[in-house]
DNA sequence: GTGAAAGCGCTAACAC
DNA sequence: GTGTTAGCGCTTTCAC
């Protein structure tokens, strides 16, 4: 029999419960505890079930099986600005971690770091009915997720805390790590030192802890070196510059975050010139630059994360929960005065 | 009343199809209509649907509406070896960004290289009965996934083809990445070039485009800086360290990726030695410190792997089909001779 | 333009 | 230890 010219593509079909238990000459129910590893089967039967398993190559349908169990999958979503900042990479990796230990997965959806996106791709996640939302907040407010925390999602904002919400969070301890390192500036003889960062959350934290430092060891706060309109690299490189421009000068800067590094360090070899430099969040080369940064472990801010997300799970009753993964200085010379010369860059 | 004691956590419950119904005076059918937006609906019946709809703050239910559907979700699975690689992280940007023009989302699952967890962690994506499969293979064989590509799931493999299966793929223009690489060397006088890398794919591949460039220009291979042992930052680390211990040394090295990278830059850092570097994989400070790379657009891999996925989707019939992402020579000075002094390292 | 009934694949509840 | 029945929330089919 050749082609009739209107060959229907026939697909074999995905064996189901009732395949399998027809296989094996037993009722649906029977494979389904197999499948599941449930007791209650004698030896035989369940080798029986298996074998006609792997035969018509059975694989559980999770769809229908999460339906079944009350419409909410064995899923966290984990929404984020940006994957390809390394910092919420490894947040992400942290994330992956703890889920796998629990048997569940990670869906992750991305906001491009843009406030407008945030609901929308948020109330994607939950039509998904996660078990749990993991939120890098974005937008100003949260409150329109006030109905889904009511019905027992639980919510967990990951280096922001929510606005106008009671969800739990997990930040870092931006203050203090910030504070540490201009106090460590300070310690080397630094005075004249500036902040570059931007506006996020983040940033405020840690221009706050780098004022509180200045303040409380006496140094008057200098305005232009308050410098909180760097988002990315090329906005903190050209803030550097600009910095370094002026007339008096800092001897030294702190970078509000990973970003901001990579733009300072960028702006410095150009100009050759040479000014201390301490950076918020660690990155790849820092160790072999030398560069002193405020570390922290990201990967724990995920996995801190998918904890809280189960243990409100047990729990929606009790007050919002607010986890703090501390940041400490690694120095590495580039904080220490002077700043080597020729080594650095 | 005051707490009896036992008081029994109520949650409001979820909103439904019938629940919108009731309150609207329809059907749940027409409900439904309402919302996935079909027609055949009177405007003045879809507006006390919709009202109805956001008085009970109704979202609608992905999971059975999927699982009605045939049982295939919108949803792409992104299998992958480490989230905290920068080029794979990349890649995922990619995927999530071409999936978002489908309206699709991504689900990420991580092997951490290891060969063993493949078939697990792909299985448990395959029963959320995903759109497709894409994956960075780890493991030695693909064959046990003939079945799943016989049911019609699109599969298609990112970065390494798979082996023993008839999957599409996407892989960078490996060979002609690392001739080119090396015929720059060769072209600035080096003629005692190592290589550094690992035994994967990829960089057999690069090694291989190494080989020929070299043999092209009549340069004599020497076995001892054919470097295929390293597969991190350490290892690179080491094996440079070992290569400019020898009583000959190699003037330049060709890293394998961008872990290999990082630890050769170490290395040479430490040593103070003056090696001309050109890396394979593009990274974020890579132009600041003015090291030549060979780099590729990691977002197109994932976008094209994307576009396959979609495409398998629609014709399951054809051939294997296998995409090519440019890689191109970017100079920024560490792989021109002499090696510039201190400015680097 | 709207609705009633059936069923996607699975598991909970309850037989036996 | 095993089977039967019902139903998760939705869409498909077909009727009106």
Redesign the pocket.
């Known amino acids: 029999m050749v082609g009739d010219g209107t060959t229907t593509r026939l697909l074999p ?2 064996a ?3 395949d399998v ?1 027809r296989l094996a ?6 494979v ?2 197999v ?2 590893g449930h ?4 030896k ?3 080798e029986r079930v298996t074998q006609a398993a792997q035969q018509l190559r ?4 999770h769809l ?2 999460d ?5 909410v999958s064995r899923t966290m979503a984990f929404v984020i600005g940006d994957l390809t900042n390394p910092f919420y990479a490894q947040v992400a990796a942290g994330v992956e971690q703890g889920l796998a230990d629990e048997g569940l997965t990670m869906v992750i959806a991305v906001t491009h770091d843009d406030p407008a996106q945030e609901a929308r791709v948020v109330s994607t996640m939950l039509e998904r009915r996660v078990h749990s939302l993991l939120l890098v907040p974005i937008a100003a407010d949260q409150s329109y997720l006030a109905g889904e925390l009511q019905l027992g999602t639980p919510i967990i904002c990951l280096d922001r805390p929510a606005q106008n919400l009671a969800a739990d969070s997990v930040v870092i301890a931006n203050r203090a790590g910030a504070t540490d390192a201009v106090r460590s500036l300070l310690a080397h003889g630094h005075r004249r030192i500036a902040f570059i960062g931007s506006t996020v959350y983040t940033n405020d934290e840690r221009l706050a802890g780098y004022r509180q430092a200045l303040f409380d060891f006496g140094v008057a706060a200098v305005t232009e070196w308050e410098r909180t309109d760097a988002v990315t690299a090329a906005d903190a490189d050209r803030a550097t510059r600009e910095l370094l421009a002026a007339p008096v000068t800092p001897t030294a800067i702190l970078a509000g975050d990973n970003r901001i590094s990579t733009g300072v360090l960028r702006a410095l070899r150009d100009t050759q010139r040479e000014v201390a430099l301490i950076g918020f969040d660690d990155f790849d080369l820092a160790e072999t630059l030398s560069i002193t940064v405020v570390s922290h472990d990201a990967g724990q801010m995920g996995r801190e994360a998918v904890r809280l997300a189960l243990a409100r799970h047990e729990d929606l009753s009790g007050p919002p929960m607010q986890s703090v993964i501390p940041a400490r200085l690694t120095l590495r010379g580039s904080g220490e005065t002077p700043p080597p010369r020729s080594r650095l860059y």
């Open positions: 079909s995905r189901r419960l009732l238990a000459g037993v009722s649906v129910k029977t389904s505890r499948v599941t007791q209650n089967v004698s035989h039967t369940r059975f694989r559980p349908n229908a099986r339906l079944r169990q009350g419409g």
